[in-house]
């Protein structure tokens, strides 16, 4: 299984709510990492895990939180979030020891109202 | 020093031409290469990837030529088609770390 799967594929929510973006793989990477990409940019990373542990944040406001719970799983937590944080959010892995060769999922498309 | 300078940002290629994509970078760490296609609606995919310990990589209709001493490369689509119509991205990146370094992307269209 060389996919990384990412629920759900379209999300809307207000500037109160609380909501979840998932990722799953199986191909036994163990780094994984949060983008976000707007339209006509390349994709901007935000955090990455290794063996299940924050290896980066790169300066990520606070309403975005990252969650590890195992191997082949990654959330990303959102509260409180802005208009201008509408965007395609992708999920990627990689092997922790190759870690250049990332496969990217379809992406979540989130509009913030 | 981190960044990645890709060109064209648009490009019209006709059926059986040749689409051709350049990318510059500075940081000499770079150690890793690789090219992503994006689709509208999709994540990025690996398309092809070169390391600086060769000049040229050929996967299919797809070519990577890689000038180390001039710290560029670029991405030969021989006999392009339609269905190869997407954005594509350069990137690059230093061994071990995790950051891929993006260029800003190239629209290709194939025209029929």
């Known amino acids: 299984d060389t996919e990384v799967t990412q629920t759900p594929k379209h999300l809307v929510m207000g500037m109160t709510n609380k909501k979840s973006l998932k990722c799953e793989q199986h191909m036994g990477h163990r780094a994984m990492y949060w983008y976000k990409q707007k339209a006509k940019k390349p994709p901007e990373l935000m955090f990455v895990y290794s063996y299940e542990k924050l290896s980066i944040n790169e300066s990520v406001p606070s309403r975005f939180s990252p969650e590890c719970p195992n191997s082949s799983l990654l959330n990303l937590h959102l509260h409180a979030l802005q208009p201008e944080d509408s965007a395609l959010y992708l999920c990627?892995?990689?092997?922790?020891?190759?870690?250049?060769?990332?496969?990217f999922g379809p992406g979540t498309r989130l509009t913030v109202l | 020093q981190q960044q990645v300078k890709q060109s064209p940002q648009s490009l019209i290629v006709q059926k059986g031409g040749i689409s051709i994509i350049n990318c510059a970078y500075e940081n000499t760490a770079f150690d890793y290469f690789p090219w992503y296609q994006q689709f509208p609606g999709k994540g990025p995919a690996l398309l092809i990837a070169?390391?600086?310990?060769?000049s040229e990589k050929k996967e299919g209709r797809f070519t990577i030529s890689f000038n180390k001493s001039a710290k560029q490369f670029s991405l030969h689509i021989m006999d392009s088609q339609p269905g190869d119509s997407a954005t594509y991205f350069c990137?690059?990146?230093?061994?071990?770390?995790?950051?891929?370094?993006f260029g800003a992307g190239t629209r290709l269209f194939v025209k029929a």
């Open positions: 990137a690059a990146s230093r061994p071990g770390g995790f950051k891929t370094i």
């Open positions: 070169i390391r600086p310990d060769v």
């Open positions: 990627a892995s990689s092997q922790a020891d190759r870690n250049n060769e990332q496969f």
